[in-house]
């Protein structure tokens, strides 16, 4: 994060795109290093979705430790509750909670659970069973408005998530209420827990379901940072209180070459020596990443 002093003011400048960049990089390392050590996990959709919480985290949302009781601060709703290790790595790398605590991920008494509580600090709701997040975005979107506040609420959706009914209920809501201070975003790796979204209980052409329920929706590749970083930046996407959607295509597993696209990996715990080459690929794919300081 860059500082610039100019005249009276300190204007904190976000993160270049390459910063971003090493913390992906870095967030993937420690999702894989905390389930490999509670030996339980999501590793797949975690490695899918961190890209996404990576920009949100950095740059898109005003939230952080120093104003996370404020009434005005963004929201941020992981509905596909399962893939929390990627949330955790996050929340733990913003301050929310020392990252040492992640240590006791899945074990005995532990608040870090497979799945987010609002017993750990910077978690918003607990979520896990499928198909809650989006409802609850709408309504918290809705007390947003009610209230005058010119807060947004961001919710992450797999698109294996999509066929629970609730989602349904809460997209015509929200298109009704017209809550463009609104944002959800499909996960879309396009794999769910026993195969391919499109054989499970296909949900596509996701864009049309949702354009014909009144939002506005942008596609957007799930893992290039400042593609990622620009599509939030145009929220609300139209004018006239559309909400709004964003399908980041992603790759389930990505940045782990043996487990990209791969079912089992969902929520598979790599042995010692593929945790080893995992990390591996990711310092290697680091030091490709110049330092632009
Ligand atoms: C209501 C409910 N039904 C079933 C499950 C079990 N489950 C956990 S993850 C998952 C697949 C979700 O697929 P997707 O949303 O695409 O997640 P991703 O591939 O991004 O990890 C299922 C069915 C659940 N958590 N909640």
């Given at each position: 994060m860059k500082i610039t002093w100019a005249g009276k003011h300190f204007y904190i400048i976000s993160m270049t795109i390459k910063q971003l960049q090493k913390k992906s990089i870095q967030y993937r390392k420690n999702i894989l290093k905390y389930i490999f050590h509670a030996n339980a996990g999501h590793t797949g959709g975690s490695l899918s979705c961190i890209d996404i919480l990576n920009v949100l985290y950095n740059d898109t949302m005003n939230v952080s430790p120093e104003n996370f009781r404020s009434p005005d601060r963004d929201r941020y709703i992981q509905s596909k509750g399962h893939s929390v290790e990627a949330l955790f790595v996050v929340l733990a790398d913003k301050g929310f909670f020392p990252e040492l605590?992640?240590?006791?991920?899945?074990?005995?008494?532990?608040?870090?659970?497979?799945?987010?509580?609002?017993?750990?600090?910077?978690?918003?709701?607990?979520?896990?069973?499928?198909?809650?997040?989006?409802?609850?975005?709408?309504?918290?979107?809705?007390?947003?408005?009610?209230d005058n506040k010119k807060f947004r609420v961001f919710t992450l959706l797999g698109d294996g998530e999509l066929p629970e009914g609730s989602n349904w209920e809460a997209a015509l809501t929200a298109a009704h209420?017209?809550?463009?201070?609104?944002?959800?975003?499909?996960?879309?790796?396009?794999?769910?827990?026993?195969?391919?979204?499109?054989?499970?209980?296909?949900?596509?052409?996701?864009?049309?379901?949702?354009?014909?329920?009144?939002?506005?929706?942008?596609?957007?590749?799930?893992?290039?940072?400042?593609?990622?970083?620009?599509?939030?930046?145009?929220?609300?996407?139209?004018?006239?209180?559309?909400?709004?959607?964003?399908?980041?295509?992603?790759?389930?597993?990505?940045?782990?070459?043996?487990?990209?696209?791969?079912?089992?990996?969902?929520?598979?715990?790599?042995?010692?020596?593929?945790?080893?080459?995992?990390?591996?690929?990711?310092?290697?794919?680091?030091?490709?990443?110049?330092?632009?300081?």
């Open positions: 605590d992640l240590n006791t991920l899945c074990k005995y008494n532990s608040h870090y659970i497979g799945h987010p509580t609002r017993k750990v600090n910077g978690v918003e709701q607990n979520t896990g069973a499928l198909g809650h997040g989006l409802p609850i975005s709408v309504g918290t979107a809705l007390a947003a408005k009610l209420y017209k809550l463009d201070n609104l944002c959800a975003i499909i996960d879309n790796n396009k794999l769910q827990i026993t195969g391919p979204t499109a054989e499970v209980c296909n949900t596509d052409p996701i864009d049309a379901k949702f354009e014909s329920f009144g939002w506005a929706v942008r596609h957007v590749d799930g893992h290039d940072l400042s593609a990622l970083k620009e599509t939030f930046d145009g929220i609300p996407f139209t004018k006239g209180g559309k909400p709004n959607l964003v399908i980041a295509h992603t790759i389930k597993g990505k940045g782990v070459s043996y487990m990209e696209n791969v079912i089992k990996w969902h929520h598979g715990v790599p042995t010692e020596k593929q945790y080893e080459e995992a990390l591996s690929e990711l310092d290697n794919a680091m030091i490709t990443i110049p330092d632009d300081f």
